[in-house]
């Protein structure tokens, strides 16, 4: 995946304000605000903490741990498009003194900070290399710092071609919730948890197809969303999609 295909491919500025159209303001992964705060809550947060949010998108979910937290979180995504949003959107909420945002490949970040938490939703998809990603995320983590992170997974049903033509149009790199955990194990964390939370994606997807029909996006952009969600609810519906919730912590 690179920021090229990205910023001009599913990630245009006008395709951004799309989704965030059916995700809510700021927020470019399922579940907006809500499945955020879901999400969050599990994190074990403590005020002056140093999260790294990677693929922070427009920056809602770095700007929710910020706001309830009290937290410091760097964000850092490989859109521009996204990026140069999002900073407009940190001096919005007030919050340039918790938040930092980056443009960059998180496999290539460049910090001599470490953090507590790792967290990403959604992203993890976009890259290929899951070894180095699990390592990378290791050296920015403190002993004992935690990664969290949701992901859409395959599921246990035979893909579809046509699940196979959607994944291979947007250089989707997806495993089972069994594949990543053993992948996080691989790389040295401990106590790795993976959840299945497709429950939570149906019920998800079917109330942003609510906010989609209500949504002021011309007739045409809504038809072509209405699909795409449609194909969703229907591949997870048949188990060969999934929605899994990640948790792992580097050795002390």
């Known amino acids: 995946m690179t920021q090229d295909f990205l910023d001009n491919q599913q990630y245009t500025e006008l395709s951004i304000l799309s989704y965030e159209a059916i995700y809510g303001h700021n927020y470019i992964s399922p579940g907006g605000e809500k499945a955020t705060d879901q ?8 005020p002056e903490m140093r999260v790294l949010d990677i693929g922070c998108g427009l920056g809602g979910p770095a700007y929710r741990l910020a706001s309830k937290y009290g937290v410091h979180v760097h964000g850092i995504d490989l859109s521009a498009n996204m990026i140069r949003i999002a900073k407009t959107r940190l001096k919005e909420e007030g919050l340039q003194h918790l938040v930092t945002l980056e443009q960059g490949n998180c496999l290539e970040i460049q910090t001599e900070m470490t953090f507590n938490v790792v967290h990403s939703r959604d992203v993890f998809l976009h890259i290929k290399d899951k070894a180095r990603l699990f390592e990378v995320i290791a050296k920015t983590l403190v002993p004992g710092g935690r990664l969290y992170f949701s992901d859409y997974c395959l599921g ?97």
């Open 39 to 46: 999400f969050i809550d599990t994190l074990k947060l403590v």
């Open 156 to 252: 246990q049903a035979k893909s579809s071609p046509e699940f196979k033509t959607y994944m291979r149009e947007r250089d989707y790199s997806l495993h089972t919730v069994e594949d990543y955990t053993k992948l996080m194990e691989e790389e040295g964390f401990k106590n790795v948890s993976g959840e299945d939370r497709t429950d939570i994606f149906i019920q998800t997807l079917k109330h942003e197809l609510n906010n989609l029909e209500k949504s002021s996006l011309l007739k045409q952009e809504k038809n072509y969303l209405y699909k795409i969600w449609q194909g969703k609810i229907k591949r997870t519906e048949h188990g060969e999609q999934c929605w899994g919730w990640f948790s792992g912590e580097k050795s002390k």
